[in-house]
């Protein structure tokens, strides 16, 4: 009898040889299949006519021949080396243990769950489907946010925590509403009001609050990007000048509670919509701020991409080399949606009082180039563009079957020439001069002819020669006054910006055009039409994410076939149309909100066992999340609690160099990719780049910042100051107590205020030869310092 070696090992070794166990076609197979083969072989597309999102159509289609692996089309595809015939044909081959998975699979019968079906249609995604407004579950007054949640709770065998204490609400509705947390004073008010309208009261007058506009204009402008210039030197090469006009509009729109529908349309198209309104012009910063000196395509590239994920949740940016793999976005869709942007450049028109717009100036957009053609770029690479290929203007055709309704905007003559105004103002002033040299000049020589005395030959030649000199500069402006090529910079209205690095000098002063395109009014008005399915769901997932900690849908720029279901799709669904039942009202959204019986639970787990266990990640809100506090809210609560925050509103940034020593609220800081806040930054501070949502790290320099810093030092004195104004005198238990509640918003636990009594006789003790009250009054500022370091203070309960 003849062994192999294979055959001694199994006997020597058997441990070694176990029979194969089967291969599992949904834990294996499917999920392989559906990342790598789907977006080619699928519901999206059926490349070679070929679908494998079903064992049967795999089959049917010989591209697997049930035991027998060489004979199956599918895996001598991808065991290919020839990248001609490998698949997938993009990205990495699959992996050996991959491979071996399938080629096991189909060894073994290909077999497959009875219930196999094909992929669902994409096109029929929940977030892709219009907008209805779902019945509210149950039935009596209860709140609908309530209603909703608490459906999922008796779906998921789910109790809530009780709600939460009146300071710990207290505290969570001014930070989450304006950014600040309330001042002793205020909670002692909301603690001791037994109205059952004092909360609502608290929430209307934080809605109705200047300081509203700054945190929820914030928060916004994360997702929007905001970012002051930056470049190299004094070369200004991302973002523009002035860029902080936008940000005030966006205050300003937030106090005002202006429809987001109208926030969209200005932001987009106001040039269009509005074109001699400067207080509108200034939100198509949305738009300057994209602007990137060197490369047109990259510039373009970041406009599509982040309105797509800031305002639809699409990703619009992975069709730029293909078609996208998950969502029925064609490559054609892409090329066509930076069509709409082609023609647009950027502008910076000067503010009255301020001819100079190094100083000052309104960035906004402008349509250019009316009859720029955009590249369709051959597998994203610009090097290689289809010379043949025409991109007409147009947004997903899966979204909007009908195309966009493109009309042409006549612009008023004010806003495509104006030089206008400014050089005939100039031109009567040079007119007036030499009416005036002239008038002298006939003065000096009616003297001479009545015999009087000139005292000096030299002051009729000075006449005569100033009265021709003005006469020839009239002349010679009337000449150029219509060319603003030709008139001085201050005189032209508007400088704009450079469209690339190597801009010929006609190409910078050649005359604005008459006419917009009215592609990016049409995307405005399509993006924020009320029968757009994605708008309205993503604006509400980004406020249900900032009140609570968490998204409906968990990926806030990703509604696609990638980003998941959300937890509560009716909740969702029902705030989305109840948000634009109500003119897309912000004010209205967050009241809604706050005032949800859910909002006001407790965040404490305690007790909530069996909570705990079936839901540990509480994705189905049993209880409130805690959160850290965001960078701006920190910074800025410690100036607030100390009374030294400056509550000025809008202006130019604050410099670097000057951040250390100001008193205003973190939003006015010059931030850009090159220049921003240390102490932000530990903290976690938005990135201008990306910031969809801000990340929660914990690291060791938080705390070292909030000891060590100058801002937390001083603010700390400063409190302790406050306190000690009122409670020098006071026992060290009233002390501690006011403390906490001016710190921290509440009040101290028995055995935290017993800890507190001990460390202050503590610190006493080390201060021996200090005297009192003096010796006191340091010991309790140690206190203060511990508590701005105390996790609660940090935290959003």
Same mark, same amino acid.
């Given at each position: 009898?003849?062994?192999?070696?294979?055959?001694?090992?199994?006997?020597?070794?058997?441990?070694?040889?176990?029979?194969?166990?089967?291969?599992?076609?949904?834990?294996? #197979?499917?999920?392989?299949?559906?990342?790598?083969?789907?977006?080619?072989?699928?519901?999206?597309?059926?490349?070679?006519?070929?679908?494998?999102?079903? /064992?049967?159509?795999?089959?049917?289609?010989?591209?697997?021949?049930?035991?027998?692996?060489?004979?199956?089309?599918?895996?001598?595809?991808?065991?290919?080396?020839?990248?001609?015939?490998?698949?997938?044909?993009?990205?990495?081959?699959?992996?050996?243990?991959?491979?071996?998975?399938?080629?096991?699979?189909?060894?073994?019968?290909?077999? +497959?769950?009875?219930?196999?079906?094909?992929?669902?249609?994409?096109?029929?995604?929940?977030?892709?489907?219009?907008?209805?407004?779902?019945?509210? =579950?149950?039935?009596?007054?209860?709140?609908?946010?309530?209603? @909703?949640?608490?459906?999922?709770?008796?779906?998921?065998?789910?109790?809530? !925590?009780?709600?939460?204490?009146?300071?710990?609400?207290?505290?969570?509705?001014?930070?989450?509403?304006?950014?600040?947390?309330?001042?002793?004073?205020?909670?002692?008010? @909301?603690?001791?009001?037994?109205?059952?309208?004092?909360?609502?009261? !608290?929430?209307?007058?934080?809605?109705?609050?200047?300081?509203?506009?700054?945190?929820?204009?914030?928060?916004?402008?994360?997702?929007?990007?905001?970012?002051?210039?930056?470049?190299?030197?004094?070369?200004?090469?991302?973002?523009?000048?002035?860029?902080?006009?936008?940000?005030?509009?966006?205050?300003?729109?937030?106090?005002?509670?202006?429809?987001?529908?109208?926030?969209?349309?200005?932001?987009?198209?106001?040039?269009?919509?509005?074109?001699?309104?400067?207080?509108?012009?200034?939100?198509?910063?949305?738009?300057?701020?994209?602007?990137?000196?060197?490369?047109?395509?990259?510039?373009?590239?970041? +406009?599509?991409?982040?309105?797509?994920?800031?305002?639809?949740?699409?990703?619009?940016?992975?069709?730029?080399?293909?078609?996208?793999? *998950?969502?029925?976005?064609?490559?054609?869709? *892409?090329?066509?949606?930076?069509?709409?942007?082609?023609?647009?450049?950027?502008?910076?028109?000067?503010?009255?009082?301020?001819?100079?717009?190094?100083?000052?100036?309104?960035?906004?957009?402008?349509?250019?180039?009316?009859?720029?053609?955009?590249?369709?770029?051959?597998?994203?690479?610009?090097?290689?563009?289809?010379?043949?290929?025409?991109?007409?203007?147009?947004?997903?055709?899966?979204?909007?079957?009908?195309?966009?309704?493109?009309?042409?905007?006549?612009?008023?003559?004010?806003?495509?020439?104006?030089?206008?105004?400014?050089?005939?103002?100039?031109?009567?002033?040079?007119?007036?001069?030499?009416?005036?040299?002239?008038?002298?000049?006939?003065?000096?020589?009616?003297?001479?002819?009545?015999?009087?005395?000139?005292?000096?030959?030299?002051?009729?030649?000075?006449?005569?020669?100033?009265?021709?000199?003005?006469?020839?500069?009239?002349?010679?402006?009337?000449?150029?006054?219509?060319? =603003?090529?030709?008139?001085?910079?201050?005189?032209? /209205?508007?400088?704009?910006?450079?469209?690339?690095?190597?801009?010929?000098?006609?190409?910078?002063?050649?005359?604005?055009?008459?006419?917009?395109?009215?592609?990016?009014?049409?995307?405005?008005?399509? #993006?924020?039409?009320?029968?757009?399915?994605?708008?309205?769901?993503?604006?509400?997932?980004?406020?249900?994410?900032?009140?609570?900690?968490? =998204?409906?849908?968990?990926?806030?720029?990703?509604?696609?076939?990638?980003?998941?279901?959300?937890?509560?799709?009716?909740?969702?669904?029902?705030?989305?149309?109840?948000?634009?039942?109500?003119?897309?009202?912000?004010?209205?959204?967050?009241?809604?909100?706050?005032?949800?019986?859910?909002?006001?639970?407790?965040?404490?787990?305690?007790?909530?066992?069996?909570?705990?266990?079936?839901? =540990?990640?509480?994705?189905?809100?049993?209880?409130?999340?805690?959160?850290?506090?965001?960078?701006?809210?920190?910074?800025?609560?410690?100036?607030?609690?100390?009374?030294?925050?400056?509550?000025?509103?809008?202006?130019?940034?604050?410099?670097?160099?000057?951040?250390?020593?100001?008193?205003?609220?973190?939003?006015?800081?010059?931030?850009?990719?090159?220049?921003?806040?240390?102490?932000?930054?530990? @903290?976690?501070?938005?990135?201008?780049?990306?910031?969809?949502?801000?990340?929660?790290?914990?690291?060791?320099?938080?705390?070292?910042?909030?000891?060590?810093?100058?801002?937390?030092?001083?603010?700390?004195?400063?409190?302790?100051?406050?306190?000690?104004?009122?409670?020098?005198?006071?026992?060290?238990?009233?002390?501690?107590?006011?403390? @906490?509640?001016?710190?921290?918003?509440? +009040?101290?636990?028995?055995?935290?205020?017993?800890?507190?009594?001990?460390?202050?006789?503590?610190?006493?003790?080390?201060?021996?030869?200090?005297?009192?009250?003096?010796?006191?009054?340091?010991?309790?500022?140690?206190?203060?310092?511990?508590?701005?370091?105390?996790?609660?203070?940090?935290?959003?309960?």
């Amino acid at each position: 009898m003849r062994f192999s070696l294979t055959t001694c090992a199994a006997l020597v070794f058997p441990a070694l040889t176990p029979a194969a166990d089967a291969v599992d076609y949904r834990k294996d #197979i499917r999920p392989l299949l559906q990342e790598r083969c789907y977006s080619c072989h699928g519901a999206l597309a059926q490349k070679a006519k070929l679908r494998v999102d079903t /064992g049967a159509a795999m089959v049917k289609a010989g591209a697997v021949v049930p035991g027998k692996p060489g004979a199956s089309e599918l895996l001598l595809r991808v065991e290919s080396t020839d990248d001609a015939t490998r698949m997938p044909p993009e990205g990495h081959p699959l992996k050996p243990e991959q491979v071996a998975k399938l080629r096991l699979w189909i060894e073994q019968g290909a077999k +497959v769950p009875a219930d196999d079906a094909p992929e669902p249609d994409p096109r029929d995604h929940w977030a892709f489907r219009p907008v209805t407004r779902p019945a509210v =579950p149950g039935a009596g007054a209860a709140h609908p946010i309530d209603a @909703f949640v608490a459906a999922k709770w008796r779906e998921k065998g789910l109790k809530p !925590v009780a709600p939460a204490d009146k300071r710990v609400l207290l505290r969570r509705v001014y930070v989450d509403l304006i950014g600040l947390p309330p001042t002793a004073e205020q909670i002692d008010a @909301f603690v001791n009001d037994p109205a059952p309208a004092a909360y609502e009261k !608290v929430v209307d007058r934080l809605l109705a609050s200047p300081q509203y506009g700054e945190r929820w204009g914030r928060h916004f402008l994360d997702i929007w990007r905001y970012s002051d210039w930056w470049g190299l030197g004094a070369e200004l090469r991302n973002s523009q000048r002035h860029i902080w006009h936008w940000r005030d509009w966006t205050v300003d729109s937030f106090n005002a509670d202006l429809s987001y529908a109208e926030m969209i349309r200005q932001m987009l198209a106001a040039d269009e919509l509005y074109p001699t309104e400067p207080q509108k012009l200034r939100a198509t910063g949305y738009l300057a701020r994209s602007y990137f000196l060197f490369n047109r395509t990259t510039w373009l590239d970041e +406009v599509i991409e982040h309105s797509g994920k800031g305002f639809l949740g699409l990703t619009l940016n992975c069709a730029k080399c293909h078609d996208h793999k *998950y969502d029925p976005v064609k490559q054609t869709d *892409y090329y066509a949606f930076r069509a709409i942007f082609e023609p647009y450049q950027v502008r910076t028109d000067q503010v009255p009082g301020e001819p100079d717009v190094t100083k000052n100036g309104i960035p906004r957009a402008f349509d250019g180039n009316l009859d720029v053609r955009t590249p369709f770029h051959i597998r994203g690479d610009e090097r290689t563009p289809d010379k043949d290929k025409v991109v007409t203007p147009g947004v997903p055709k899966f979204l909007a079957p009908g195309g966009l309704k493109v009309q042409p905007v006549e612009l008023p003559v004010a806003a495509h020439k104006p030089h206008e105004p400014l050089a005939e103002a100039h031109a009567c002033a040079l007119l007036e001069k030499a009416n005036r040299q002239t008038r002298a000049l006939a003065d000096l020589t009616a003297d001479l002819a009545n015999g009087k005395k000139v005292h000096a030959p030299w002051v009729m030649i000075a006449a005569r020669v100033g009265s021709d000199a003005a006469r020839g500069e009239y002349a010679a402006f009337e000449k150029i006054k219509n060319d =603003p090529g030709k008139l001085p910079p201050h005189l032209r /209205g508007y400088t704009k910006a450079p469209e690339s690095n190597a801009e010929t000098a006609e190409s910078k002063t050649r005359p604005l055009p008459a006419t917009s395109t009215g592609r990016r009014t049409a995307l405005a008005n399509w #993006i924020a039409d009320p029968k757009n399915p994605l708008t309205a769901r993503v604006a509400v997932n980004h406020v249900w994410l900032r009140h609570f900690g968490q =998204p409906l849908a968990p990926q806030v720029f990703e509604f696609g076939r990638k980003g998941g279901p959300p937890t509560h799709p009716e909740l969702l669904d029902w705030l989305a149309s109840e948000f634009t039942a109500h003119n897309w009202s912000f004010k209205h959204l967050h009241k809604l909100i706050v005032t949800s019986d859910v909002y006001r639970l407790s965040s404490s787990s305690s007790g909530a066992g069996a909570a705990v266990k079936l839901d =540990p990640e509480n994705r189905y809100l049993w209880r409130m999340n805690p959160v850290r506090m965001d960078a701006n809210a920190v910074r800025d609560s410690l100036l607030h609690l100390s009374g030294a925050l400056d509550l000025t509103r809008g202006g130019p940034p604050v410099p670097a160099a000057q951040q250390e020593g100001s008193a205003r609220r973190s939003l006015y800081f010059f931030h850009s990719h090159n220049e921003h806040n240390k102490l932000l930054d530990i @903290f976690d501070n938005a990135n201008v780049l990306d910031c969809y949502r801000r990340t929660e790290s914990i690291v060791p320099q938080q705390a070292l910042a909030l000891w060590n810093s100058k801002l937390a030092q001083v603010s700390a004195a400063k409190i302790n100051d406050r306190l000690h104004a009122t409670l020098a005198g006071a026992a060290d238990a009233a002390f501690v107590t006011r403390a @906490f509640e001016s710190v921290l918003g509440t +009040v101290p636990t028995k055995d935290e205020l017993a800890t507190c009594l001990e460390a202050l006789a503590e610190l006493r003790g080390t201060l021996k030869d200090v005297k009192e009250p003096e010796r006191g009054k340091r010991a309790r500022l140690q206190l203060v310092q511990a508590l701005l370091n105390h996790n609660d203070f940090v935290t959003v309960r």
